[in-house]
């Protein structure tokens, strides 16, 4: 895990100044203790880092888990009711994970996992603008299109015309430069510039702007527009701000139908999570879903313990953590001891952090993940697959993530059922003369129910005073359902003067008196 250490400290840095506005801003969006989200970030990153087999995801409290999270708070009647259903939740997962549930994540067309990706990448950049620009009225984390402040997405960006700040959008766009230069310019040029990232420098830069310009009524940033990390007075005040789950209300059905959730969602969550990184790795290392099921679930027993909201793995952090350089799991857990020391040792120090700069850092995580190239180069894979890509993309921008991946995957599945009505077999037409059609019907190596429509449909068009020849010599599988049509047309083919000949590996029959007896598995006789 450390032979690749130059590559994960610095990466590890950039995950870290990615995670903790998103870690408070969840959390408030979540209608949680702002500590509650640092704790995920901490236990996603150095417990959950530890036992997952990913080498470059990174875990900690999601965005898409933000609404569940503020309906339960109030349903259970309060925050320690809450961590119950966390903890239970993460036992729940334990069960995924030792039922083998993580094989779903490969059940996914790559189409969705691409518009996922981009989806989520074009909502970062629009959810940046405001901050970017110093309007902070929607907080970090927020990536719903109706958001909790009671606009949308657009309506939020609309409304940052009339609250520019001037010292935010200025330290904005010096950071966003810094990071443009690094990035296409200065990291070609020397070892060091590769060592230390752009986004570092980016934030130093934006510290000291702040400082140089406080007091200053025009390029002043005020506290609000800053990172708002819990500063504790002393050892006891810290340690108050952890919080315990309350266990006598163990037997209560809404905690465990709130655990179920929480479980299923964050499972869900993961998995994608998965099957995204693991396509955008330049290494292309292959994570096992299962042990990553294992792995969360611990991940939010200890969460659920400590006063924590639920983990899961997390797409913006980890494509950050790609985009840096990570090669190993060292870089997740560098980042979870990075916020743990951070926010006992310099939370004054990381309140001086301007949003708009870290919106700068998350502008280029975004970009990077919705590229326009992406969108030509799905397009050019023709309609099949630019259509889930598109539905998926666009659900997640003006609906929310786990929506717009169930709308692609919806559209998907349509698709896979009209090629399948397409494609399940081939019809020729082989020999045409003294008034009779012959025509040979090849079915596909699999046939399903899916294809019922296609064949009854070439069936029931068949003319009258027809040869008709069935080829299944090459399939393997022939669902029930289809044999039931070839029964039924066999009673309509006496009627019609069709005459059939079934072609299959235990020999050839003329007008067989009943495919449902014809099909059943015989042994073949020699």
């Not at 952090?353 to 993940?369: C, D, M, N, T």
């Not at 429509?453 to 069935?470: F, M």
Request: net charge neutral; hydrophobic share 50%; with cysteine.
């Amino acid at each position: 895990m450390f032979k690749t250490i130059k590559s994960d400290l610095p990466a590890s840095i950039v995950v870290f100044f990615v995670a903790l506005p998103l870690c408070l801003g969840i959390a408030l969006a979540s209608g949680a203790p702002l500590f509650s989200g640092l704790i995920a970030g901490i236990v996603g990153g150095i417990l959950v880092g530890s036992l997952s087999g990913s080498k470059i995801g990174v875990s900690g409290p999601a965005a898409g888990l933000a609404a569940i999270v503020l309906t339960a708070i109030g349903e259970l009647g309060g925050f320690n009711n809450f961590l119950l259903a966390v903890v239970l939740g993460g036992a729940i997962q334990l069960v995924f994970g030792l039922l083998r549930a993580g094989i779903i994540g490969y059940y996914f067309p790559s189409s969705v996992i691409k518009g996922m990706l981009t989806g989520i990448g074009l909502i970062i950049i629009l959810k940046q603008i405001p901050h970017f620009f110093g309007y902070d009225a929607n907080p970090e984390g927020d990536f719903a299109f109706f958001q909790i402040d009671g606009e949308n997405t657009f309506s939020e960006i609309l409304n940052t015309v009339n609250h520019i700040g001037v010292g935010s959008t200025i330290i904005g766009i010096i950071g966003l430069a810094i990071l443009l230069l690094w990035d296409k310019v200065l990291v070609k040029k020397a070892r060091i510039f590769q060592l230390i990232q752009g986004p570092v420098v980016a934030v130093v830069v934006g510290i000291i702007f702040h400082i140089v310009t406080q007091g200053s009524e025009t390029l002043g940033i005020s506290s609000k527009h800053l990172v708002m990390v819990p500063v504790p007075e002393g050892i006891d005040s810290f340690f108050g701000q952890f919080q315990l789950p309350n266990f006598a209300l163990i037997t209560d059905p809404s905690i465990w139908i709130t655990a179920f959730t929480i479980a299923l969602v964050a499972s869900l969550e993961t998995l994608l999570c998965v099957e995204a990184t693991d396509k955008i790795d330049p290494d292309k290392n292959v994570t096992p879903t299962n042990r990553e099921l294992l792995a969360q679930g611990a991940g939010n027993i200890v969460s659920g313990l400590i006063g924590g909201l639920p983990v899961t793995q997390v797409i913006v952090r980890s494509s950050a953590n790609i985009q840096s350089g990570g090669k190993s799991k060292a870089s997740a857990i560098i980042h979870g001891f990075l916020l743990l020391i951070s926010i006992i040792l310099i939370p004054r120090l990381l309140n001086q952090i301007p949003l708009s700069v870290l919106a700068a850092v998350l502008f280029i995580v975004g970009f990077k993940l919705a590229k326009p190239s992406l969108f030509k180069k799905m397009y050019s894979l023709g309609w099949k697959q630019f259509l889930p890509f598109i539905v998926t993309v666009l659900g997640i921008v003006f609906i929310d993530l786990l929506k717009g991946i169930g709308l692609g995957l919806t559209v998907g599945i349509i698709v896979i059922l009209i090629k399948s009505y397409q494609n399940s077999h081939f019809l020729h037409i082989e020999d045409i003369s003294n008034g009779l059609h012959k025509i040979k019907m090849t079915l596909a190596e699999e046939v399903t129910f899916f294809n019922k429509g296609a064949i009854l449909k070439e069936l029931d068009s068949l003319p009258k005073n027809t040869h008709l020849e069935i080829d299944v010599r090459k399939t393997r599988y022939l669902d029930n359902d289809i044999i039931e049509i070839l029964e039924d047309f066999a009673y309509k083919a006496q009627e019609r003067d069709i005459h059939i000949t079934v072609y299959s590996e235990r020999g050839i029959v003329e007008n067989p008196t009943s495919f449902i007896e014809f099909f059943k598995l015989r042994p073949k006789t020699t």
